[in-house]
């Protein structure tokens, strides 16, 4: 048996040691390319049903890549058949080793409705996050850390109908947080520290 194995090994040494090299150049090109202040999403692509008031929507899933950092650099995986990144209409991360909502997600899928960001370790939720998804109809940041929801946060979401801040930190949500949320008749607090609770209906939501 080593006879053997010695023996492919002299014959095919060559090619066994290029073979060996290409894998490190295209390794460290794409260590070069995407440096260690990016992240890479290996992303999961389908039809996913979000219920109220999404129904399905396709949807990437992604597995977060160099994910300690706080730009999106590139999306990968298979579409499916007839599909792009401008399809993807949803985004559900989950999981992951990202504590804030990172910049450039817009450059790869501009026409989101849906964004999920849960169990992540998310600290930290601005207006300026939302400011690239006009359209955005759901949002749920759950399992998280947050400890404050400002007043503006939602100036650039008006379109929003559900959103979900269950089992975060919570201390402080501003009072005029959800004023110009006209379209908003879905609202989850359960399991924070100022309050729990929930609204299925408008009149809650203002109330």
């Not at 992240?39 to 999404?54: A, H, K, L």
Request: with cysteine; glycine share 6%; hydrophobic share 45%.
């Amino acid at each position: 048996m080593w006879e053997i194995f010695n023996f492919i090994v002299m014959w095919n040494g060559n090619y066994i040691f290029r073979s060996f090299t290409k894998k490190l150049l295209i390794y460290f090109f794409v260590i070069g390319v995407f440096s260690v202040d990016s992240v890479i999403f290996n992303c999961s692509f389908s039809n996913t049903d979000w219920g109220y008031p999404v129904g399905v929507a396709y949807t990437c899933q992604p597995t977060a890549v160099f994910a300690d950092n706080t730009s999106l650099e590139h999306v990968q995986g298979n579409h499916i058949i007839g599909k792009s990144n401008v399809d993807v209409t949803a985004l559900k991360v989950q999981n992951q080793n990202l504590p804030q909502i990172l910049i450039g997600i817009e450059k790869f899928f501009p026409n989101l409705i849906v964004l999920e960001w849960t169990n992540t370790g998310l600290t930290w939720f601005s207006a300026e996050d939302l400011l690239p998804f006009p359209k955005l109809r759901y949002i749920s940041v759950g399992y998280n850390l947050l400890t404050t929801v400002s007043d503006n946060l939602f100036q650039n979401a008006t379109q929003l109908e559900y959103l979900s801040f269950t089992n975060n930190k919570l201390t402080n949500v501003g009072t005029k947080t959800f004023s110009n949320l006209n379209k908003l008749s879905r609202l989850w607090f359960f399991n924070n520290v100022c309050f729990s609770g929930g609204a299925t209906n408008r009149a809650a939501v203002i109330d």
